[in-house]
């Protein structure tokens, strides 16, 4: 990579000028604005991801994020679910990004750092090792170039893949298989296997400081045009990120319903959601687009969400089909009565829930490989770290003894 290339939050693409790689963002204190590097692969971006970005950007003004190609993630970590140009598009979409660079090397290196005018790079307290076993960040650890974040607990691409692959309710609080489709259960039986681990429930515990953090906090003003849409939001990705930028676009506040768990499952059947109803809201606050959420929005649009919440000016939905409330009845009934329900055509190549499914799917024998990789990976790294606390608490006490010295 000898020029700086970039894709900008619109989604433009350009090589940056020397201009622009000075650029530091909302920096009132007159010192030099501090531009910080973070790089991954953001396979299949949820909250963890769009944390570990909100945490990397409190190190400094500027956030450039570096993104890996298909090739690179290939070659260093196994297979993709989400294609590159839709990974790209999905961190460019997150409020806490300022910059992608597409084709980011998977080795991190003073470089890159320097071609992006960035001061240092931020990353998980998790271990990022290329191919051959060498740990990704040495060069710049070793430049002290580097800074430490705490990774997100109870959620990875792995994860999510793992729920998939296992196919069952359990990850949203329901206990058993009660519900599950049998055959599916048969076909993705060795999900069960080591090579899921921990991929049956969620382990993310949500708090008011998390929604906190995520949430902007802005409430609209009195001349603002308040728009509302509402969904499952399951395994937020592209397809949902295209159609809430162009609700954003129909007026100035986007408010977002999201459905609670038991609802996305009586409308869509089976094992859904994949991810559960704190998880989604975390994903969908994480979209520059978006203003607010209301959790565990009704999944029909009733008086109060028009009038109690925001004055809503306006109800958009997308061109796709869209089932009936329990009662029979169409859940945009009453936007459409009162004339301001719009409909947002969908593009007719667009990515959706279930075309991740289908990946999964498609490819299952070699997401299986994948995820036992990273467990025998997680196994060293738990043993590892056994070693040195032993070798620690060894070197405390005096040889033979027993005595601490």
């Known amino acids: 990579m000898t020029e700086p290339i970039a894709i900008l939050p619109d989604g433009t693409r350009k090589v940056l000028t020397p201009e622009e790689l000075k650029v530091g963002g909302a920096n009132q204190t007159g010192r030099k604005p501090v531009r910080v590097w973070v790089d991954g692969c953001f396979d299949m971006m949820h909250y963890g991801h769009a944390n570990a970005l909100r945490q990397a950007k409190q190190f400094g003004d500027y956030l450039v994020v570096g993104v890996h190609s298909d090739v690179e993630i290939e070659k260093n970590k196994g297979p993709t679910v989400m294609k590159e140009e839709e990974r790209y598009a999905a961190v460019a979409a997150c409020k806490w990004a300022d910059l992608v660079v597409p084709n980011a090397p998977y080795n991190t290196t003073v470089e890159i750092l320097d071609l992006y005018n960035c001061d240092f790079c931020v990353h998980g307290d ?69 090579s899921t681990p921990r991929t049956s429930i969620s382990h993310f515990l949500p708090t008011s400081r998390k929604l906190v953090q995520f949430s902007e906090g802005r409430e609209p003003l009195p001349t603002d045009r308040v728009i509302y849409v509402d969904g499952g939001f399951d395994l937020f990705h592209v397809g949902h990120v295209e159609f809430l930028k162009k609700a954003k676009a129909m007026g100035d506040y986007l408010l977002v319903g999201i459905h609670d768990d038991s609802t996305v499952n009586r409308v869509k059947g089976r094992n859904w959601p994949i991810m559960n109803l704190h998880e989604r809201c975390l994903s969908v606050l994480g979209c520059r687009h978006v203003d607010e959420v209301i959790i565990g929005a009704p999944y029909s649009v009733t008086k109060d969400v028009l009038e109690k919440v925001f004055n809503v000016s306006l109800v958009c939905h997308g061109s796709t089909p869209c089932d009936v409330d329990e009662n029979g009845q169409d859940p945009y009934a009453l936007p459409k009565s009162l004339n301001i329900y719009k409909e947002i055509p969908s593009p007719l190549e667009t990515l959706t829930t279930d075309t991740i499914i289908s990946r999964i799917i498609e490819h299952r024998r070699m997401y299986e490989e994948r995820n036992l990789r990273k467990a025998r990976k997680a196994e060293l790294e738990r043993e590892m770290e056994e070693r040195e606390r032993r070798e620690k608490k060894d070197a405390a006490t005096s040889p033979g003894t027993g005595v601490p010295v």
């Open 126 to 194: 998790d271990i990022t090792t290329l191919a051959d076993g060498t740990d990704c960040y040495q060069a710049v650890k070793d430049a002290g170039r580097y800074r430490e974040c705490k990774r997100t607990q109870g959620v990875s691409t792995t994860e999510m893949v793992g729920r998939m692959l296992l196919m069952t309710r359990e990850h949203f609080g329901k206990d058993g298989m009660e519900g599950v489709d049998g055959r599916l259960v048969g076909s993705f039986s060795q999900g069960t296997t080591p």
